[in-house]
């Protein structure tokens, strides 16, 4: 019955190397989210997708490609790892655009790279 | 954009006493306020929230209010208990390229010592 989930939870590295994070949402929301959670706990916002289209890029780096093959899935590939690179990636899914819409956050996924 | 600041990054309480966490934010626009507790390796998860036409609600021992003039809002924890223990993050909701995004305050961490 897990709402948003993530895989995979933990993931370690070396710099340089490609990964992706995926992420699948089984509540029917339109809306879906990526989150980075540095090591001082500080959540922001990197992705916003509304059914299949790229809504909000805050000006996160090329390296990192989102992509919605659905509106239940969310993935993120990561080009040429960096050290800067490791935190908590969350995924998160709201109803819809509307902007008093509850997210709800996966699991989490800790990211190190060595 | 929006800047979201929250105060203090860390509180300490006894069992029992209460706690209060207090949020500024920056855009008059922003009219969704959510509340997250984050356990310790766990994803944040919403407690409360307010919309700016409210200027308070209640949820047991969980209060927040909002001062849509002052561009504050605070959480409020009576009778807390060992497991209120966490972080805490405010965030406001502005509507962004069509999409809702929310901005994340730093976190408070909350200690409740038995």
């Known amino acids: 019955d897990t709402a948003v989930s993530q895989t995979p939870k933990y993931l370690v590295t070396q710099m340089g190397n490609d990964k992706s994070i995926k992420c699948e949402q089984n509540l029917g929301h339109d809306t879906m989210y990526w989150y980075k959670q540095d090591s001082k706990k500080f959540l922001k916002i990197m992705f916003s997708?509304?059914?299949?289209?790229?809504?909000i890029n805050e000006t996160v780096p090329n390296r990192f490609s989102p992509k919605s093959p659905d509106k239940a899935h969310l993935n993120l590939h990561i080009n040429s790892l960096e050290l800067g690179d490791s935190a908590v990636y969350f995924c998160a899914s709201s109803q819809d655009l509307s902007r008093r819409e509850t997210q709800y956050f996966g699991p989490g996924t800790r990211l190190l790279v060595l | 954009g929006e800047n979201v600041e929250q105060h203090p990054s860390t509180l300490s309480v006894q069992e029992g006493d209460s706690a209060v966490i207090k949020c500024t934010y920056s855009d008059s626009a922003s009219n969704y306020f959510p509340w997250y507790k984050q356990e310790l390796g766990k994803r944040p998860q919403l407690i409360i929230d307010i919309r700016s036409n409210v200027g308070e609600k209640k949820d047991q021992r969980i209060a927040v209010t909002l001062n849509k003039t002052a561009k504050h809002f605070s959480l409020h924890i009576t009778e807390t208990q060992p497991e209120d223990s966490a972080v805490y993050f405010c965030a406001a909701s502005i509507l962004r390229n069509a999409g809702n995004m929310l901005t994340f305050g730093g976190g408070t961490r909350l200690m409740v010592k038995p």
């Open positions: 997708y509304n059914n299949k289209e790229l809504i």
